[in-house]
Nanobody, 121 residues
């Protein structure tokens, strides 16, 4: 059974940084596409960044240049380094796993429980 466990969220001031982690078990992370999504209150879940099994990455426009998605194959862990955080980045962040990289949350099969990121102004 695949399990994804996120950690690293918290409260940070605008301009600060956080690194989210997603530890995977039950499946080999590097053989799958992985994505970070976020959902703010009253809004739809949206893609933040994704990485394919081959290592290609995709970012949404509003985090391009500020966020970096990466994975440690030895630790079977996915990361999201978030720099220059803005109040509008406040949301619950979810880690996801799927068979191919996609922008739609519906394309991913497995999800973590989410971790709250709050950016104060």
């Amino acid at each position: 059974q695949v399990q994804l466990v996120e950690s690293g969220g918290g409260l940070v001031q605008a301009g600060g940084s956080l690194r989210l982690s997603c530890a995977a078990s039950g499946s080999t992370l590097r053989l799958n596409a992985m994505g970070w999504f976020r959902q703010a209150p009253g809004k739809e879940r949206e893609l933040v960044a994704a990485i394919s099994s081959g290592g290609s990455t995709k970012y949404t426009d509003y985090v391009e240049g500020r966020f970096t998605i990466s994975r440690d194959n030895a630790k079977n862990t996915l990361y999201l380094q978030m720099n220059s955080l803005k109040p509008e980045d406040t949301a619950v962040y979810y880690c996801s796993m799927g068979s191919k990289m996609a922008t739609s949350w519906a394309s991913y099969d497995y999800w973590g429980q989410g971790t709250q990121v709050t950016v104060s102004s």
